[in-house]
């Protein structure tokens, strides 16, 4: 089955970097686009960034030229670089991919900004 594992999340101070990392298993994972999604406490579960099947990404604009998103098609692993990271960016990210309609995710990572 479909299984998606995040790592890497943790607790940095405002404009450190962190580097989270989505593990796949169970798809063909280079036919698949891959999300990342954050939901803070007592806020909606947001889209973070995209990157399709063909490497183009997106980016939601609280984050745009903060956060990279990429993939290794080869690993099955897609990242999100977080840089210049802000306390409004604390949040439990969550990794997601759509099979066939479907939505998958993963268990999440929390990351915490904080002095």
């Known amino acids: 089955q479909v299984q998606l594992v995040e790592s890497g999340g943790g607790l940095v101070r405002p404009g450190g970097s962190l580097r989270l990392s989505c593990a796949a298993s169970g798809i063909i994972f280079r036919r698949y686009g891959m999300n990342w999604f954050r939901q803070a406490p007592g806020n909606q579960r947001e889209l973070v960034a995209h990157?399709?099947?063909?490497?183009?990404?997106n980016y939601a604009g609280s984050v745009k030229g903060r956060f990279t998103i990429s993939r290794d098609n080869a690993k099955r692993i897609v990242y999100l670089q977080m840089n210049s990271l802000k306390p409004e960016d604390t949040a439990v990210y969550y990794c997601?991919?759509?099979?066939?309609?479907?939505?998958?995710w993963g268990q999440g990572t929390q990351v915490t900004v904080s002095s």
């Open positions: 997601n991919t759509d099979v066939s309609g479907r939505g998958y």
């Open positions: 990157i399709d099947s063909g490497g183009s990404t």
